[in-house]
């Protein structure tokens, strides 16, 4: 499963970001290995973080995304591309990971 992990750093001992579109960056695991990371180019700016995160992450084939809360226009975002998604925050990647 690809699994797309919003950051608020571009390493794993980073915590989880509280927003999800707005994240500025997104790490990205396959089997629970860092496979890419990515500078999110929508942290900054006008509406529509979202829809325009959501897209970026389905292209990359990602399956679930984690971050500490979804917007109202991301959640169903989210499902249109049949990508799940979960809610954590207080928590580093690592540990995230780890319990998955």
Known sequence: MKIAIASEKSNIESLICPTAGRAPYYLIFENKELVETIKNPFAVGSGGAGFSVVQMLSDK???????????ANMIPALGEKGME?????GK???????EL
Request: hydrophobic share 45%; proline share 0%.
């Open 85 to 89: 998604y979960k809610e954590i925050t």
């Open 61 to 71: 084939n990602v399956e679930l995304v984690i971050a500490g809360k979804f917007g």
């Open 92 to 98: 580093s990647v690592k540990q995230v990971l780890e």
